[in-house]
């Protein structure tokens, strides 16, 4: 099985930084592409950001110049450094991976568990 874990949330005041870390483990073959998701409440869940195995990027118009998306490949480990954070990014965020557990299969997408991310005074 595979496991995706999240770590490095927490509270933070405005205009604050944290790094997020998402960590694969288990039956791995391929680790395709990943990304964050976050989930205000009474909100739905939504991209903050993506990379794939490459090192393409994406981001939400409401992140770009904010936060940063990085994996190391060899650790199958995804970060998010979020910096000047705003009241607004508070939310659950959620690690993604589209993971290939076969080497003739194909990728399925996991999800971790999420972990809490508060900016407040």
């Known amino acids: 099985q595979v496991q995706l874990v999240e770590s490095g949330g927490g509270l933070v005041q405005p205009g604050g930084s944290l790094r997020l870390s998402c960590a694969a483990s288990g039956t791995i073959f391929s680790l395709g592409t990943m990304g964050w998701y976050r989930q205000a409440p009474g909100k739905q869940r939504e991209l903050v950001a993506s990379i794939t195995s490459g090192g393409t990027t994406n981001y939400a118009d409401s992140v770009k110049g904010r936060f940063a998306i990085s994996r190391d490949n060899a650790k199958n480990t995804m970060y998010l450094q979020m910096n000047s954070l705003k009241p607004e990014d508070t939310g659950s965020y959620y690690c993604?991976?589209?993971?290939?557990?076969?080497?003739?299969?194909?990728?399925?997408?996991?999800w971790g568990q999420g972990t809490q991310v508060s900016v407040s005074s």
């Open positions: 993604n991976g589209d993971i290939k557990t076969l080497p003739g299969g194909w990728f399925s997408s996991f």
